[in-house]
């Protein structure tokens, strides 16, 4: 919880795990990836591209969101972290040693632009919206 997330905070910073001191550890929850994007991009006033098909669903996931006609990439993401650091491919092969699955979704960049390629199209992120699963109860 949150004294976790304070000493993983602290671990990256400091240089923990090889030296890939990060630029951004955020927390996702309501809003999503998507959400938890914007977020973290307006922490650090940046901007980015990233690969929609690189961020993984689990097929659970796909499969109630389609049922109910929700974008899974906008719905509750509690427990997983999005993490801004300089290799991130070299973090995610020493997350996946201690079996803890990460991927490399995109990078940040010093403009305002969120970019989101999605099999070759482009489109700009939004601004986060409602909490997807909150419309199944509306």
């Known amino acids: 919880s949150s004294l976790f997330l304070r000493q993983l905070n602290a671990f990256f ?3 923990g795990s ?7 550890i955020y927390p ?7 959400g938890g994007l914007w977020n973290m991009l307006e922490q650090i006033n940046a901007g980015m591209e990233i690969d ?15 049922f109910f006609d929700l974008n899974p990439y906008y719905t509750d993401s509690t427990g997983a972290l ?3 650091v300089e290799d991130g491919f070299g973090l995610v092969s ?5 079996g803890i699955h990460a991927a490399v979704i995109g990078r ?8 989101i390629y999605n099999q070759g ?3 700009y992120l939004d601004r986060p919206q409602k909490e997807e699963l909150e419309k199944v109860f509306d």
């Open 13 to 15: 910073r400091s240089g």
């Open 18 to 24: 090889g030296g890939y001191g990060a630029a951004a």
């Open 28 to 34: 996702l929850g309501k809003g999503g990836v998507l």
């Open 52 to 66: 929609l098909r690189k961020i993984s669903i689990r097929q659970e996931t796909v499969e109630i969101c389609e």
């Open 82 to 84: 999005l993490v801004a």
């Open 94 to 98: 020493v997350l996946e040693r201690e």
């Open 108 to 115: 940040t960049n010093d403009g305002n632009d969120r970019i």
């Open 121 to 123: 199209k482009k489109r």
